[in-house]
């Protein structure tokens, strides 16, 4: 929570200084078309995600992240031009994700019945996203406009799905296809942050239309995105690391 109370008073901070540094109203534009306060987009985005254990090693068990996931996220978004090199840039977006997390019991005595001694989950994850950042564009070089923006996004599940293995001491517990996740696979933490940083460019097609791609990775930072998971049915419990998620995002789109 204090990173994320940091990263947004840095935010405000920068805002601030670009504010402080427009001193007119007679702004230049920054392409071929005419300056715009507001300028919206569209954008498809191939994405690859990973999951990743905030702790490695919990007594005699290991997490590691088992593998990536690649997804796809599309969305719209929303510029304010404050000048024609300062921007506030949100959207609202969807993001398929997921990743692989693994676990493996070292015991350095014998475990009783019903232990857990691996696992393995393949997490499928929905995410409804809005992101707010402060975007640094340069004047045109040869009519593309390159910018750079650092901010935070927060994401509201709407889907948790998941395979697993499971192997105790006795029995072993798989899904094979992909089932909801719930009490007895795991808990999905509802709402996530994640530090976004891209770097991309604009080029303008005619007087309304402007290219965009850029290249995007998104460092979940708080909070963990599953909690301990739980066999209720046993009497024990194991923990899958307590997650972060994090991706890097290829964007392509419009702005109109």
């Known amino acids: 929570m204090k990173k994320l109370v940091l990263s947004l008073a840095i935010l405000s901070f ?40 905030t702790t490695a090693k919990d007594g005699d068990q290991t ?13 719209l978004m929303a510029d304010y031009n404050f000048s024609s090199n300062y921007s506030i840039a949100t959207g609202l977006q969807v993001n398929g994700t997921g990743g692989k997390i693994s676990t493996e019991l070292n015991p350095s005595t014998p475990p009783p019945a019903g232990t ?32 750079g923006q650092l901010g935070v996004t927060m994401g509201f599940n709407i889907s948790k ?3 697993y293995s499971v192997q105790t001491t006795d029995s072993l517990y798989t899904a094979d296809s992909k089932e909801k996740v719930t009490g007895k696979v ?10 976004n940083i891209g770097i991309g460019a604009q ?53 109109f």
């Open 14 to 53: 920068l805002t601030q200084v670009s504010y402080a540094q427009t001193n007119t109203p007679n702004i230049l534009p920054n392409s071929t078309s005419d300056f715009k306060k507001f300028r919206f987009g569209a954008y498809i985005a191939p994405s690859l995600s990973w999951m990743k254990p």
């Open 161 to 163: 799905k998941a395979t």
């Open 116 to 147: 857990v001694l691996s696992s393995k989950y393949n997490y499928s994850l929905k995410y409804l996203e809005i992101p707010l950042a402060l975007k640094l564009k340069t004047d045109p070089i040869n009519k593309f406009v390159f910018f």
């Open 186 to 195: 795991g808990v999905i933490t509802p709402v996530i942050f994640q530090m």
């Open 203 to 255: 080029y303008p097609l005619n007087n309304k239309l402007d290219a965009y791609i850029g290249l995007f990775f998104n460092n979940g930072f708080a909070p963990d995105v599953t909690d301990p998971t739980k066999f209720k049915d046993k009497p024990y419990s194991f923990d899958d690391g307590r997650t972060r998620l994090n991706n890097f995002a290829l964007r392509v789109g419009l702005y």
């Open 63 to 75: 997490q590691k992240s088992d593998g990536s996931k690649v997804g796809f996220i599309y969305g």
